[in-house]
Structure formats: structure tokens, C-alpha cells
């Protein structure tokens, strides 16, 4: 079992920043990919970004390269997600998740633990 915590989330102007923290526990926790979802109010549960297990191999989606980054530090358990250029469109429930493999996970039937999820606003 892995037990995921998000935090960081919060209310931002447009153009800003946030960053998003994912504390794990349990397993280790350099044998699971990583990845960050979310949901806006009326749509599904899309996918963000992942990292694989040992952090040296990233994925976007494109509606979010080269505004945000993933990133990972195993001897802390934690994995991050840099959001920068904020637009309205990235309000959202955040969610970080845990893979069942330490590859690169894209599709969300590839993740078997998920967070409580962290709400982000961007306001215009």
C-alpha cells in the first residue's frame, strides 16, 4: 500500500505560480512511477504529467509544456509539480498518483494509489 498526501494548492492570479507537493508513504518509493492528474468542475479526470521512478524521464501533456514541471526527490518520498504561467483553464482538483511499475505511466488506468487531490484557482 501507498498512502499519498497533495498540499500546495491554493488561489492564484493568472500568470502566477504554484507548487504542488505529494508526500508518500509506505513502499519504496523509487519502484513507482508518478504521475499528477486533475479534474475541472463537469469534466473528467485528465492527465497532467508524469515521472518515472527514478526521475530521469518526464511526460506533459501538451496544453501544459513549458509551463509546468514535474520533478522528484526519493530520499524525501515526495514528488512536485512547478506550476507556472497560470491560466484560468488550470483550475482544477489536483491529484498525484502512484503507478504499479517505476517506468513512465501515461493513461490513468495505470496508477493504483491516488491522493485526496488539492484544489488550484487561477483567477483572471
Known sequence: QVQLVESGGGLVQAGGSLRLSCAASGRTFSNYGMGWFRQAPGKKREFVAAINGRGFRQFYVDSVKGRFTISRDN????????????????????????SGGDGLALTLAAYNYWGQGTQVTVSS
Do not use: I, R
Open 75 to 98: 530520499a524525501k518520498n515526495t514528488v512536485y509539480l512547478q506550476m507556472n504561467s497560470l491560466k484560468p483553464e488550470d483550475t482544477a482538483v489536483y491529484y498525484c498518483a502512484a
